[in-house]
Each structure stands twice: as structure tokens, then as C-alpha cells.
């Protein structure tokens, strides 16, 4: 294998790739990086844990096809640590050169046949059962909003993804690590047949961050595995290639939310979103030790916190309320996540008293809902 590409590209496409590796791989292999180059000039590049696995392609001057397995971290600090301008990737059959200018360096490749075959083999095929595009531009900030409500426990690993739920011209994500649950509604016209699946939400994560240069996603569902194809942006002359993420499915039933969602409750306020947010970041200070922030809700916002041989402090805000005068105590990270999910420039907070999870919306939104259990107070 041999051939010739400009180094941000190489850099761009070996980055991207990589991050589908993992710290704590099963196997010495999984550290790997897959590099293949065909010769009609495209180079692919990729990686996997078997759960997860991101694949891109780059233009390049293909000299000799063939590919070749390099330790992918390595091989991302080489490409960075190179001058910009043209490089040359050759592969031997016991390691791998990459070479810029006068600087030339060698690592010792993996062997190939102890690499796996990647489960991304023709993912839009006839067999995949269920197809979904979607605007990148809305499901990136669908993403953004729901998975931070993902669980990290891993002993409840359901908790751990996001439910994906496609009907026809919609997709409802939905994540809950049991305190708080987040559910955001899209509108997917290219959406054909009904399928629920429960994605990773490390998976999801990737995608958002790989959609920031993205001009459109296609999921395409098989049994066990989805596969979110990614168009980039951009004219002919764009030299990264459409991008690939793919990701098992997580076994298991996930929690009915919609029962936990209610109506609406009696008591509602409404507030500046950034106020809020300044808020509760300064007062959240003085809630160390797993102590939670206090809000008043009256015909203005008391926000505070107290946490005994530290300190306490308080803050009132303006805010337009509705109902009976009530106190009620939340977690001061997952409020500060809920309310910067919020797109909206007004927050509205529902709730019914100090025990029953709290209701967070934008004033004006009505496809996103964050709940959010209190804490009691003693």
C-alpha cells in the first residue's frame, strides 16, 4: 500500500476514525486503526470496539492499493506532529512508513488477519429493515438536549442509552438515568416503518459532534445494528468523503416514560433562561457535598444554597408566577443541564410541590421536555 495525501486531510480523516477506539479494548488489536486504499483514490479509514465503529474515506493519490492495521493513537500523534503539506502513507508487510519533506517515520503494523470485519459492511443494503433521514442540523441539537440525561452507571446498562423511536415522518429520543428524563420529537419525513431501539449513548455522542460539519444523516436499522451515513458539506473539491458511525443496539426493555410524563401541574413559572442559568451556577457553588440549591417560587425567584462549615448564599431573580408559593430543592447539575438544554430565551417550570418531579420547558417549545425528580428536604 502507498499513497499521497495532504497531511490536514489524512489528520482530519484518522482523527475522526480513532475515536472509535477504546481505552479499555478486549483485545490488543481493537487499538487499531484500519487504513485500505483502492485504486480509484479513495483511502478509508477506521476503527471498532465491536459496539461502536466510525468509518471515513479521504482523497488521495493511490500509488500501490492494499491496506494495513497501525496502532491508531500512534499514528494520530505522527500525523499531527507532521508539517502541512503533501505526506506519503506506504505500508510493508510488518510496518507502516509516513513521511513529510525531510521527516520519515516508521511503526510496526498489526496483523491484519487478527483485525475483525467491520459490522458496517453495505449498511444501507436491501435487508436494512428501517430507513430515517433526518435534517444533521436538528438531530445534532435533538442529541444535545437528550443524551446528557443518559445514565454513566453501567450496572443498569438500558439506562446507559437513548431509545430511539421511529414512526412514520418522526423520531422521539428519550434518556433517563431514573432522576431526571429528557424527550425530544423531530420531524424525519423520510421516515419509513416503526422500529424502537436503545442506542449507546457514547454512540450518539459521536454522532452529534460529527454532524457539526454535516449536511445530511440516513440511519439505516438492520437487526442488531444501526448505521448513521453522514453527507458533508461542501463543493466537489471537498476532500472528506461521506463518513460513516456504527453501533449495536442495546438488549433490554427500556423504562415507559411517557407514564411518568404528566399533564401539567398548577404551579408555573417563567424566567429568563440565561439569568437563571448565572443563577444557579453562582449559588451552585455553595451546594458542595452532594447538597442541593433551594428554589423559592413566589412572585420573584429565590435561588440558594447552604452546605454547614462552608457557607450558604442566595440570590433573587425576576420571574412571572403562577400558583401557590412553594419550595422546592434539585440536584444543582441537573437543573443547570435541564435549563441549558432549553432553547428558548424564557424557561417555564411546572411544578406540583416539593416531592413530584418538575416539569422544564421553553416558553415557546413544544418538542422538547425535561423531568426532573427534587430532592427532599429534611
Same mark, same amino acid.
Given at each position: ?50 459496539? #461502536? ?49 525531510? *521527516? ?88 419509513? *416503518? ?69 399533564? *401539567? ?24 457535598? &452532594? ?30 408566577? &403562577? ?7 434539585? &440536584?444543582?447539575?441537573? #437543573? ?43
Amino acid at each position: 500500500m502507498k499513497f499521497r495525501c495532504e497531511r490536514d486531510d489524512l489528520l482530519n480523516g484518522v482523527q475522526f476514525a480513532s475515536r472509535a477506539i477504546s481505552n479499555r479494548a478486549t483485545l490488543p488489536v481493537l487499538s487499531g486503526l484500519k487504513i485500505e486504499a483502492a485504486e480509484d483514490g479513495r483511502v478509508s479509514l477506521a476503527a471498532t470496539d465491536l459496539e #461502536l465503529t466510525m468509518e471515513t474515506s479521504i482523497r488521495a493519490a493511490v500509488d500501490e492499493p492494499g491496506k494495513a492495521i497501525v496502532p491508531g493513537r500512534l499514528f494520530g500523534e505522527m500525523s499531527r506532529s507532521l508539517g502541512a503539506g503533501q505526506v506519503t502513507v506506504g505500508a510493508g508487510e510488518a510496518e507502516v512508513e509516513i513521511g513529510s519533506g525531510r *521527516g520519515h517515520f516508521r511503526v510496526k503494523a498489526l496483523a491484519p488477519d487478527d483485525y475483525p470485519a467491520l459490522p458496517l459492511e453495505d449498511p444501507t443494503g436491501s435487508d436494512a429493515s428501517v430507513e430515517v433521514a433526518v435534517d444533521a442540523g436538528i438531530l445534532s441539537s435533538a442529541l444535545s438536549q437528550v443524551v446528557r440525561a443518559a445514565s454513566a452507571d453501567e450496572t443498569r446498562q438500558i439506562l446507559t442509552g437513548v431509545l430511539c423511536e421511529i414512526d412514520e415522518g418522526s423520531l422521539t429520543l428519550a434518556a433517563t438515568d431514573s432522576y431526571r428524563l429528557a424527550v425530544r420529537k423531530v420531524d424525519a419525513p423520510g421516515a419509513a *416503518g416503526r422500529r424502537d431501539v436503545v442506542l449507546p449513548s457514547r454512540t450518539l455522542s459521536e454522532l452529534a459532534r460529527a454532524l457539526g460539519s454535516g449536511a445530511s444523516v440516513t440511519a439505516s436499522i438492520k437487526d442488531n445494528l444501526v448505521a448513521f451515513s453522514i453527507g458533508q458539506a461542501g463543493d466537489e473539491e471537498q476532500t472528506l468523503d461521506e463518513a460513516t458511525i456504527g453501533s449495536r443496539f442495546i438488549e433490554g426493555e427500556f423504562p415507559k416514560y411517557r407514564q411518568l410524563i404528566p399533564d *401539567g401541574y398548577p404551579n408555573k413559572l417563567e424566567v429568563d433562561r440565561d439569568a437563571l442559568l448565572e443563577v444557579t451556577k453562582r449559588v451552585g457553588l455553595l451546594a458542595q457535598n &452532594n447538597l442541593p440549591v433551594k428554589l423559592q417560587l413566589g412572585s420573584e425567584l429565590e435561588v440558594s444554597a447552604h452546605t454547614p462549615d462552608v457557607g450558604e448564599g442566595q440570590e433573587i431573580i425576576d420571574a412571572d408566577y &403562577n400558583g401557590e408559593p412553594i419550595v422546592i430543592a434539585f &440536584n444543582p447539575q441537573f #437543573l443547570h443541564d435541564g435549563v441549558s438544554a432549553i432553547q428558548s430565551q424564557r424557561v417555564t417550570i411546572e411544578v406540583a410541590d416539593g416531592l413530584k418531579p418538575a416539569i422544564i420547558k421553553g416558553a415557546d417549545e413544544t418538542d422538547f421536555t425535561y423531568l426532573l425528580m427534587p430532592v427532599r428536604l429534611s
